[in-house]
């Protein structure tokens, strides 16, 4: 069992900048990627961005150029920095992390909302 915990979502102005956290604990060797989906009122939960436990990273192309995943191994902690923010940007940000091949879970979820 792993369990994540996000934070530094808000209300931020179009062209403005969030740093996203989610910190996991439990069985965190059993990790194989973290990253982030998010889902915008009425629409599906897609994928943001997701880094592997080697590194390799893959971007939604919505975010390509301005967003960039990381981690810090140590804390167990992955990060979402978000500039050039959009009003379309506006959604729920969820933290998750595959262990294994398979077994997913998520975090509760940070509302990130950008004005025009």
């Known amino acids: 069992q792993v369990q994540l915990v996000e934070s530094g979502g808000g209300l931020v102005q179009a062209g403005g900048s969030l740093n996203l956290s989610c910190a996991a604990s439990g069985d965190t060797t059993s990790i194989s990627a973290m990253g982030w989906y998010r889902q915008a009122p009425g629409k599906e939960r897609e994928l943001v961005a997701v880094?592997?436990?080697?590194?390799?990273?893959h971007y939604a192309g919505s975010v390509k150029g301005r967003f960039a995943v990381s981690k810090d191994n140590a804390k167990n902690t992955v990060y979402l920095q978000m500039n050039s923010l959009k009003p379309r940007d506006t959604a729920v940000y969820y933290c998750?992390?595959?262990?294994?091949?398979?077994?997913?879970?998520w975090g509760q979820g940070t509302q990130v909302t950008v004005s025009s």
């Open positions: 998750y992390a595959r262990c294994g091949v398979a077994s997913d879970y």
């Open positions: 880094i592997t436990s080697g590194g390799s990273t």
